[in-house]
């Protein structure tokens, strides 16, 4: 039998993850499923895959026989460093195509409006105007968009926009072919690849070179009257830079879904920025159903003593 728990963390796994984990993992006959807020001893005791948003302090030794934490994420940071991070298990993140596309959705629908500088016609309505100054909106085509990360989230975001009609431009550890997609990689390339960006998106995991690294100097990189859209993590953004660079004109507006602290404070400048548009960390979020059958199929893989697709080499570091 193949041991699995699901551990509820926040009060919506219960209610929102529980039924399809249950449909998936509990109609699998070698497969004993359990979930709640804790196992009872003797379950976590045989436990061999622990499922969840993160870890406990206890953790640490209260799964003896545990193979895998298979996390409910794609980002790791729930569990990279973590000091109750089982010793003897490996680590899988979420992949699921349904949430690369949910991502692209969000990028999508924030390049657009930017695009068609959406944001200042609202606010000049707002302000009492109607069409201030007569322009005919660019074509797709004149707007380049630079992603930094090509990984699930980035490469399904670039075909999506590049689908749009968007000029594509992509920037990744290592060299990446995507067709019709400009590709760019390393730190090297990495003011060629902002010179050329008219509105950048970051979709990078956080690692000691991601940190900070959307500051003054990277935002001074992209031409004038750039916008960013930032789904990456809080701590890649340096919060005044942005701020000094939306005042100074230099960056036109900014779409955040991730911020240094969530929720955002309350008397947070982001909060009440005429130019900057934030949402509550839900640019892509795991969807039960495809999200359960993800993790059978990477349960089964380990079983099969193959290396499902989202299994975490934390030599890397993401
Ligand atoms: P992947 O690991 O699949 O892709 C990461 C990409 O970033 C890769 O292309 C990688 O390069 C690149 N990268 C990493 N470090 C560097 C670096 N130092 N310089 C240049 N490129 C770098 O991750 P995902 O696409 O699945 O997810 C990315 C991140 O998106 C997550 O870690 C998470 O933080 C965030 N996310 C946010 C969500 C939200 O709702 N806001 C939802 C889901 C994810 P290479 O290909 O060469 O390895
Ligand atoms: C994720 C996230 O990493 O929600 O999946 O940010």
Redesign the pocket.
């Known amino acids: 039998m193949i041991t699995v728990y699901f551990r509820h963390i926040y009060p919506f796994d219960g209610p929102i993850y529980g039924p399809a984990l249950e449909d998936v993992l509990g109609a699998e006959p070698d497969i004993e499923f359990h979930q709640g807020e804790e196992p009872c001893p003797d379950f976590a005791d045989r436990t061999s895959y622990l499922i969840g948003w993160r870890l406990k302090r206890h953790d640490k030794t209260s799964w003896p026989h545990l193979k895998a934490v298979m996390g409910l ?5 729930a569990y990279k460093d973590h000091p109750a991070f089982p010793e003897q298990a490996r680590l899988v993140r979420m ?1 699921d195509p349904a ?1 690369a596309n949910q ?1 692209a959705e969000y990028v999508c629908a924030y390049a657009l409006r930017f695009h068609r500088s959406m944001e200042q016609q609202e606010a000049e309505i707002r302000a009492g105007g109607w069409r201030e100054k007569f322009t005919v909106p660019p074509t797709a085509d004149k707007t380049s968009i630079g992603i ?7 490469t399904q975001t670039a075909l999506m926009l590049r689908g749009i009609g968007f000029q594509v431009r992509g ?4 060299r ?1 072919d995507i067709e019709g997609v400009a590709t760019f ?1 390393g730190a090297d390339a990495f003011q060629d690849f902002l010179s050329g960006t008219d509105i950048l998106v970051c ?5 000691l ?2 940190e900070n690294i959307i500051n003054r100097e990277c935002l001074s990189f992209l031409p004038r009257g750039a916008c960013l859209i930032h ?3 809080g701590q890649q953004l340096v919060e005044q830079d942005l701020l000094d660079a939306l005042d100074s004109g230099h960056i036109r507006a900014a779409a955040l ?2 911020f240094r602290e969530e929720p955002i404070p309350e008397n947070h400048p982001f909060r009440n920025h005429a130019s900057i548009f934030c949402t509550p ?5 795991t969807r039960p159903e495809s999200g359960a059958r993800a993790i059978l199929q990477a349960i089964r893989d380990l079983e099969r003593g193959e290396s499902p697709a989202g299994l975490v080499d934390f030599s890397k570091g ?1």
């Open positions: 994420a794609a980002g790791i940071d992949i949430l991502m930094m990360g090509l990984g699930e989230m980035g920037w990744s550890r290592s990446k990689a979709l990078l995991p956080l690692t070179e991601t789904a990456g993590r879904d991730v960390h839900m640019a892509a979020i993401y």
